[in-house]
């Protein structure tokens, strides 16, 4: 299945992927030399802390500017309560990914570099297959939302200049559609680089800009409950007359899907597992990185939902940062906006490689003749080497640039498109297969006490997700009765 790399490059919905990690020499481990590792690979230098440092540079995202928005729906006792759970639930999944690193023996057993690999070893190809539709799909859902996303932050940058220059005399309404297209335009000409996700100062780049939003963004959120000395919102989230009984209804649910949006990041887990040195085993040494990194996660997490609200009650906005508006100082917000599209420039391409490389290497073993499907013409670049055009590359890649810009100026809901992403991608590869695969690999008993409690927290956490879905599907419906199609404006 040429999916199986898909795990080496994707990530969450919120970041990019961790790239090349430094290896050292270290001292013989189980089954291996001083130099090599057991499976003849450089060895492994990670410990608990740099696989922590991993996960949460990697997690800490887009996904949080949307979670003071979740928090106003479901109020301050739910709220946070239902943060903390998912934390709870994907801690408790990522021990149990984690121990499906190895196949058979945990100490010297088949390492599975990959979320792939480890789905291959446990359930057989059929999963597999199911695994890497639920991936490509959800990948492709990724780019509608980081289309979407950065459209309306370099709005907020034009509009915030615009406020400031006319003294708040204009409004300075905008149509979304021409940053839209600058923003495809410009992922149309990154998408012909050839390896960008491979980029070594990607990651360090990503992990720059999302921690300068992000900070930012509960930065102003404390600045302004202490400017005003007002702490919003109420115990049962947004009130009945702001929205109908039905909507809240519905916003409960999407709300969910959000939530569980910042925290798929399962994914990227046994590819860090894969850097980390024993004795002790990988398997000890991920549960403490899994528990340190979701702890911190959480405490972000908790800090920018609950700060956002507590700033804006009922009217938190579903993406935190276009919430302060004009507040000054202005400058500081178009600092974290630009930041937030030059994330999602590069992890546009990053998310979408994996699929491009699906695509492309199932044309070429269907097509194995095709000229315009494997030829390479070789364009000469001085001062550099020659760079391979390939045309079913130039046509496919842009053809899907242009899809997900079309999507995405039919659909340009970011807090809908983020709670459908979350729930398509939150209980099946956060929850499913890592249940599946440690039931495989310890053997459990059906019908035994552990299998029934396994399936338990699997069925409870489907019917959290297709209510989440259903949410944010009502949310798209009900947007789609006052914005007409192609002409959004804020």
Request: net charge positive.
């Amino acid at each position: 299945m040429p999916c199986s790399k898909m795990a080496e490059n994707a990530a969450t919905k919120n970041h990019f992927p961790p790239q090349v990690f430094s290896v050292s020499v270290d001292m013989p481990s189980q089954g291996g030399s001083k130099w090599f590792d057991d499976d003849g690979r450089v060895r492994r230098t990670g410990t608990v802390w740099t696989a922590s440092a991993h996960i949460i540079t990697a997690v800490i995202g887009s996904g949080v500017l949307s979670l003071a928005w979740a928090v106003a729906q479901l109020g301050w006792i739910a709220g946070p309560a239902v943060m903390f759970l998912f934390s709870l639930v994907t801690y408790f999944t990522s021990s149990l990914l984690a121990v499906c690193y190895r196949t058979g023996d945990p100490v010297n057993g088949k390492r599975n570099y990959t979320y792939m690999d480890a789905v291959r070893s446990n359930l057989g190809g059929g999963m597999v297959k199911i695994c890497g539709y639920v991936q490509y799909l959800n990948l492709f859902g990724v780019a509608i939302g980081y289309t979407i996303a950065a459209s309306i932050s370099m709005m907020a940058v034009k509009r915030s200049n615009c406020f400031h220059k006319t003294g708040g005399k204009d409004p300075c309404h905008m149509n979304a559609n021409p940053y839209m297209i600058a923003f495809g335009i410009a992922e149309i000409i990154f998408s012909q680089i050839p390896d960008f996700e491979k980029l070594w100062w990607l990651s360090i780049v990503a992990a720059v800009m999302s921690f300068t939003y992000s900070s930012i963004g509960l930065g102003l959120g404390i600045a302004k409950v202490a400017e005003t000395g007002n702490i919003q919102g109420s115990l049962t989230g947004i009130s009945i007359g702001t929205v109908t009984e039905t909507q809240k209804i519905w916003r409960s649910f999407q709300a969910l899907g959000d939530i569980a949006f910042a925290y798929s990041f399962s994914i990227i887990l046994i590819e860090i597992q894969d850097t980390v040195k024993s004795p002790p085993t990988e398997a000890k040494t991920m549960k403490k990185a899994s528990l340190i990194s979701v702890s911190v996660t959480t405490l972000f997490y908790m800090l920018c939902g609950c700060f956002g609200y507590a700033a804006f009650g009922d009217m938190s906005p579903g993406n935190l940062l276009t919430g302060f508006g004009f507040y000054n100082p202005y400058w500081l917000l178009d600092i974290a906006n630009v930041a937030i599209v030059i994330h999602l420039v590069g992890a546009y391409q990053v998310f979408c490689q994996p699929l491009f490389a699906f695509i492309e290497k199932t044309a070429a073993q269907r097509f194995p003749d095709s000229e315009f499907i494997t030829k390479e013409i070789k364009i000469p670049i001085p001062g550099s080497r020659s760079y391979n055009l390939n045309l079913f590359r130039l046509v496919f890649r842009t053809i899907f640039v242009i899809l997900t810009t079309l999507i995405s100026m039919l659909l340009p809901f970011f807090n809908d498109i983020v709670g459908l992403l979350g729930a398509l991608g939150f209980w099946p590869l956060t929850v499913y297969f890592p249940v599946e695969m440690y039931i495989a690999q310890k053997k459990i008993p059906k019908w035994s006490t552990r299998w029934l409690c396994l399936q338990i927290l699997n069925a409870t956490c489907l019917i959290i997700t297709i209510a989440a879905a259903t949410g944010s599907v009502a949310g798209v419906v009900g947007d789609l009765k006052t914005v007409k199609p192609f002409q959004t404006s804020y």
